[in-house]
């Protein structure tokens, strides 16, 4: 036997049933995801280098003292000297032995003509080139 409170629940049931059925939409069927496919990394063999660079022997620091610095006499006439040269641009003939030594490929009993002679400027009193007088005086 039902009770009135039995067959109200009961028809409560079913018309709550029937509006859940009647507004919800069917359960989508999802299909599998497509993945992309990636590409294969591929291995790269290491270069292997057979050459060493090149490293200098020695490194070259700046110099703290200044490269000597010279003036060039070139030889224009027979006669001339290293004791004549020192003398006319240095104020000293004994300077002919530092001249000797800047020099040292000099033959001191051949000078001739055109021969190029260096005398360092911390010596130089005369920047202006010997004269013919200064060799025949």
């Not at 069927?29 to 290491?46: D, F, N, T």
């Not at 057979?50 to 200044?66: G, K, N």
């Not at 055109?114 to 400027?121: A, D, F, S, V």
């Amino acid at each position: 036997m039902l009770t009135a409170w039995g067959t109200m629940c009961r028809g409560s049931l079913v018309i709550v049933l029937i509006g859940v059925l009647s507004c919800s939409t069917p359960p989508k069927r999802y299909s599998q995801p497509k993945y992309k496919e990636l590409p294969v990394p591929v291995m790269v063999e290491p270069e292997i280098v057979t050459t060493v660079p090149e490293t200098p022997a020695r490194i070259d620091l700046p110099s703290t003292t200044p490269e000597p610095r010279f003036y060039i006499h070139r030889v224009r006439w027979q006669g001339e000297t290293l004791s004549i040269i020192a003398k006319w641009y240095t104020g000293s003939w004994k300077n002919w032995k530092a001249l000797s030594n800047v020099n040292p490929t000099l033959d001191l009993n051949r000078i001739v003509i055109g021969t190029n002679i260096l005398i360092p400027e911390d010596l130089l009193k005369s920047h202006k080139p010997m004269q013919f007088s200064f060799l025949s005086s």
